[in-house]
Each structure stands twice: as structure tokens, then as C-alpha cells.
């Protein structure tokens, strides 16, 4: 079993930063792939970053995110982040970490385990 607890969100301003975290607990957090994927109102839930399992492991984003936002991990402190730059109204969104994959993927029906979500709200 693994428990995942996201935070970090709030409401800024376009073009501002923030940084989320998502702390996990449970077995053997270095061996679970990682992500993040959003949720917007009314939207379908998206991609947004995954990780590999491997300290300064490969990478994805998604195209919409990238150049602005950069997913890392802390192996020794079994935390996710998530630094979010150059925020735009159109990342609003419920952001949820995610362990679990088999491989690093974008699907997020092949992760596991869940967050509750952190809300971040970017104002134009």
C-alpha cells in the first residue's frame, strides 16, 4: 500500500510560480514510477509529467507543459515535486501525484496509487 498526499496549490497570478510536493508513505518508494496529471472543471483528467523510478531518472511532459514546468524526486525524503513557472489561466486545474506505473507513462490508468489532489487556480 502506498499513500500519496499532494501540496503546494493555491491561487496566483498569470505568469507567476508555485511548487508542489506530494509526500508519499509506504513500501519501497525509489521502485515506483511517478507522475503528475491535472483535472480541470468539466475536463477529462491529463497528463502533465512523469519520472522514472531511477534518482535523476528519465523524464516526459506534456506538450503543453513544457519549458515551463519540471517534475523531480527526492528518494531519501519520498517526495514528488512539481515546479510550476510562467503559470497560464489554463493550467487551473486540481493537480494529482500518481505511483504505481509498470513503466513511466502517460496513461494514467496504469498507475496505482492516488493523491487527493492540491487545486492550484491561476488568475488572468
Known amino acids: 500500500q502506498v499513500q500519496l498526499v499532494e501540496s503546494g496549490g493555491g491561487l496566483v497570478q498569470a505568469g507567476g510560480s508555485l511548487r508542489l510536493s506530494c509526500a508519499a508513505s509506504?513500501?519501497?518508494?525509489?521502485?515506483?514510477?511517478m507522475a503528475w496529471f491535472r483535472q480541470a472543471p468539466g475536463k477529462e483528467r491529463e497528463f502533465v509529467a512523469a519520472i522514472s523510478w531511477r534518482s535523476g531518472g528519465n523524464t516526459a511532459y506534456a506538450d503543453s507543459v513544457k519549458g515551463r514546468f519540471t517534475i523531480s524526486r527526492d528518494n531519501a525524503k519520498n517526495t514528488l515535486y512539481l515546479q510550476m513557472n510562467s503559470l497560464k489561466p489554463e493550467d487551473t486545474a486540481v493537480y494529482y501525484c500518481a505511483a504505481g506505473a509498470a513503466s513511466m507513462s502517460a496513461y494514467a490508468r496504469l498507475y496505482a496509487y492516488w493523491g487527493q489532489g492540491t487545486r492550484v487556480t491561476v488568475s488572468s
Open positions: 509506504g513500501r519501497a518508494f525509489s521502485d515506483y514510477n
